[in-house]
């Protein structure tokens, strides 16, 4: 089900955190042991197996949207940018790049001597070609909206390619990090029949093995990869879609790799035995859980009642019990700690006095005795919908639906399978409330998610969201590539954000990622762990698998 | 008995074509489409793309016409191709499903035989004795355990503390550097859990059915001319009573037939076997319409046959029925 999680601005390549989505924990002491004691000099060799739970759809990047294809793709194929580990920009298959001073086109020069999986080499004309497969209108692929904005595309020489926009766009550079598609290989095939969906060849650090399905994945290292080759000989995905299962694999030795959940974390890995064996990793996910409120509705067009609904609910309550401490308070649309981020915005800690006081200064008093607020005979009831499928929104949906209703706020939850509530609530905006989660966006152009052109059916802002500032504040926000400028924007839309209250801000969940214990090199950073999987080692005297 | 079996075979006809107009009506009015994965949502797919996709599959048109369209392929016995991204044809992914589960319900379908039979007899010939009791408490416990707590319950104990059983798949990840002997211990290994906990839950039915069976049949005027005669308590049950009362268990068997491609999406999830029940599940939550029908048809044309099989083999097997 977690494919179904809701996404913003992502690309296949990126998605390697969202998979690790299984959140949370307790337990801090051991969660930083990374450092491992003595480690011998990296060496080549061994196998990292992964768990993962659903198998991979395609492994043609272009076609796929599932987090699975994404991670595989992401080691077998090369964008020209990648994000760092500290999620700035650098380079991949693209050297270095030029923006010229409009901010309208960008020049890339690639790499020279990269070769495809299979000896052919790469060039400028395959990075054109996979702009085309993009914007092609018989390609069946989601990736097509960002491509679109690309008024020419052209191949300069062999190594250089250049792009240009009518309009300048703050995430062109970054759209440029999906992955390249072998044109030798595609061109003049039906790109929905082609067999690179099932035996991919990419430029990346691992080259495709074999595919089972439902069964695993195998790949193995890039000996020609351009940034040398990695040390771990062999990735494996392994599917086992049931999280208990997988756990029971991992403590029987034949997973190195899995997400946690948050019961799993603190409940189940606090042993001498498994802290010898494995390490635990949290940080937080690109992700973040919220209430919005339909604001077509009259009881929500007050912003006092929308306060005082955030000052009714307690985030920290909600984290810890559904969480088990695993995540922290949600502020705004962006995660803690990431450049966009601004920590002064108005904050909503648990005060149920001041929720009385806002809902009474906005009218609403309980005239009839019945522990309901009402204003001129109407009850303050509403009903909080949420998708099946997903526990975490359900329970903290039941928390808040007690601490409301001791401020007098009577809240009813439904939940409904996730076809039917998009189709039938989501979509058209026939909803009350609504608890829903964003994941994935690292970039902080959210103009679909907060625009007021994006309320129409099946739009991203259906909370139906107006406010003109905002919208001007996300138009220059996407408009200029200077990070300063956009950082000002950004914050004053937090700000307006904060204020408004259109979502209360739930939680910001963790990954809880946990790896055996012979794997050394791993680095924790705001890009989570994978970042530098090319460089994690087994030391020669503990590898397990030597084939 | 020909033209009895070409009637019979004759009103199949009508009887799955109603079957699949249903099935592809019903399962076009759960709201969700095939493309709602990849576009609600997601804010890089806009109205006009999620319109080009739609018309890429079909969607966009009418329901009666979808329908033609997939009756025209399916009378030329081609089931389409997947609606996932991967659209790959239908008939590759479910033969690639199909001999897992075949062979995990035959094993255990056989494993229910084997002992729900004689638990069967045995109770009813010493009806009301301790062994009786013991077996009816033992089965019913295996009838109300929850298959997927007792799976963990014993991946936990026999699989990681112990040791002793695989707990995932239905192959080692050497699997492949084996010989051929090796590979099937290492299969049958991998299978020893997964068949036992799909058939514990069967045994109380089927030997709760020969009980009954078999308490009917020793009431009859017959068993007690067996008896008169003289004749051994073992012939009497082994070769007149049983013979009788196994001639039921032929329906059940006919009515298990399409069964053996239905598998349990709870069951295959834990022990992580890529069986028929997950591509279904996964089918429907996708709502990969060729996919779902694909299955639906195969299992509709299985439970026609195994219908007409069970009442050819009671025909064969019943000299009453037969000359009737």
Not at chain 1, 450 to 461: D, F, M, Q
Not at chain 2, 99 to 117: K, R
Not at chain 2, 304 to 313: E, F, K, S, T
């Amino acid at each position: 089900m977690n494919s179904l999680n809701n996404r913003i601005g992502l690309f296949a390549g990126l998605l390697v955190l969202c998979c690790l989505w299984l959140v949370c924990g307790c337990d801090r002491r051991d969660d930083n042991l990374a450092g491992q004691g003595k480690t011998g000099p990296p060496t080549a060799g061994d196998t990292l197996i992964i768990g993962s739970g659903a198998d991979a759809v395609t492994l043609l990047p272009v076609l796929a949207s599932d987090g699975t294809s994404g991670d595989i793709n992401g080691l077998v194929y090369d964008g020209l940018v990648r994000y760092d580990k500290d999620l700035n920009i650098e380079g991949e298959l693209a050297e270095r790049w030029d923006i010229s001073p409009d901010n309208l086109t960008l020049t890339f020069h690639l790499r020279q001597g990269v070769r495809w999986h299979d000896g052919a080499p790469f060039t400028a004309e395959d990075v054109l070609f996979t702009y085309r497969l993009l914007v092609d209108p018989n390609t069946p692929t989601a990736y097509a909206e960002r491509y679109r904005q690309v008024a020419t595309a052209e191949v300069l020489d062999a190594h250089t390619f250049r792009v240009r926009y009518l309009k300048p766009l703050a995430t062109a550079l970054i759209s440029w990090a999906f992955p390249i598609h072998p044109r030798h290989l595609l061109e003049g095939v039906e790109i929905i029949k082609s067999p690179l969906a099932s035996h991919p060849v990419g430029t990346g650090p691992y080259r495709f093995v074999a595919w089972q399905r439902g069964e695993k994945i195998v790949l193995e290292a890039n000996p020609d990869y351009f940034e040398g080759p990695p040390y771990i000989q062999r990735v494996l995905y392994r599917v086992i879609p049931d999280p208990s299962t997988m756990f029971l694999e991992m403590q029987s030795g034949g997973l190195d790799y899995m997400g946690l959940t948050p019961l799993q974390y603190a409940m189940q890995t606090d042993t001498p035995a498994f802290r010898r064996r494995f390490r635990k990793y949290h940080y937080p996910a690109f992700a973040y859980t919220y209430l919005g409120y339909n604001l077509r509705r009259p009881i929500f067009q007050d912003k006092r009642v929308r306060q005082a609904l955030s000052f009714a609910i307690d985030k920290q309550e909600i984290i810890d019990g559904v969480l088990l401490g695993f995540g922290q308070v949600a502020r705004g649309p962006y995660k803690p700690g990431s450049w966009a981020h601004n920590p002064e915005v108005q904050q909503y800690p648990y005060d149920p006095q001041r929720a009385r006081t806002l809902l009474a200064e906005a009218g609403w008093q309980d005239s009839d005795g019945d522990g309901v607020l009402d204003r001129n005979g109407q009850p303050l009831a509403f009903t909080i919908v949420t998708n099946q499928g997903n526990d975490q929104r359900i329970k903290a949906g039941e928390i808040i639906q007690r601490r409301l209703s001791e401020v007098g706020v009577k809240v009813k939850l439904r939940v409904i399978e996730w076809a039917a509530f998009l189709k039938e609530f989501i979509n058209p905006g026939n909803f009350d409330a609504t608890i829903l989660g964003w994941s994935g966006g690292i970039d902080p152009d959210v103009y679909n998610v907060w625009h007021s052109s994006k309320t129409g059916p099946g739009e991203l802002n259906f909370i139906a969201f107006h406010n003109a500032e905002v919208d001007q504040l996300l138009e220059a926000g996407r408009r200029t590539f200077d990070q300063g400028e956009r950082k000002r924007a950004y914050d004053q839309f937090q700000e307006i954000l904060a204020e408004e209250q259109p979502y209360t801000f739930l939680y910001v969940p963790e990954s809880l990622p946990v790896v055996a214990a012979r794997f050394r090199g791993i680095e924790p950073a705001p890009a989570g762990i994978m970042h530098n999987f090319t460089r994690w080692y087994v030391p020669a005297e503990e590898q397990k698998y030597s084939r | 008995m020909l033209p009895y079996l070409f009637k019979r075979l004759l009103l199949m006809v009508p009887l799955l074509l109603g079957i699949t107009l249903i099935s592809f009506v019903v399962i076009h009015l759960a709201p969700g489409e095939p493309t709602d994965l990849q576009t609600q949502l997601n804010p890089e797919v806009s109205a006009e793309l999620q319109q080009r996709l739609r018309a890429q599959y079909d969607l966009d048109q009418p329901l009666m016409v979808q329908y033609g369209k997939w009756l025209g392929r399916l009378v030329r016995l081609d089931f389409g191709d997947s609606f996932s991204q991967d659209r790959r044809p239908v008939t590759a992914k479910i033969a690639e499903r199909l001999p897992v589960t075949i062979l995990i319900n035959v094993l255990s379908i056989g494993l229910i035989l084997v002992v729900a039979v004689p638990i069967g007899i045995l109770s009813a010939v010493r009806r009301n004795s301790h062994f009786d009791r013991l077996t009816t408490v033992f089965v019913f416990v295996g009838f109300a355990t929850p298959s997927f707590w007792l799976a963990l319950l014993l991946m936990d104990v026999l699989g990681v503390r112990y040791g002793l059983f695989p707990i995932v798949g239905l192959k080692s990840l050497g699997y492949d550097y084996l010989s051929w002997s090796g590979r099937v211990f290492d299969m049958a290994h991998h299978l020893v859990l997964p068949v036992f906990v799909s058939a514990f839950g069967g045994l109380a039915g089927f030997s709760r059915y020969m009980r009954a069976n078999m308490l009917e049949v020793i009431r009859q005027d017959y068993i007690l001319t067996a008896r008169a005669k003289g004749l051994t308590e073992k012939a009497v049950i082994c070769k007149h009573a049983l013979r009788n009362a196994l001639l039921p268990v032929i329906t059940i068997l006919g009515l298990s037939v399409p069964g053996l491609i239905g598998g349990s999406v709870i069951f295959e999830t834990i022990f992580a076997i890529p069986g028929m029940g997950k591509l279904f599940y996964d089918g429907v939550m996708m709502r990969d319409y060729p996919l779902i029908m694909g299955i639906l048809v195969i299992g509709a044309v299985l439970t026609l046959v195994g219908n007409l099989l069970a009442d050819l083999g009671y025909a064969l097997a019943d000299p009453r029925i037969r000359h009737s």
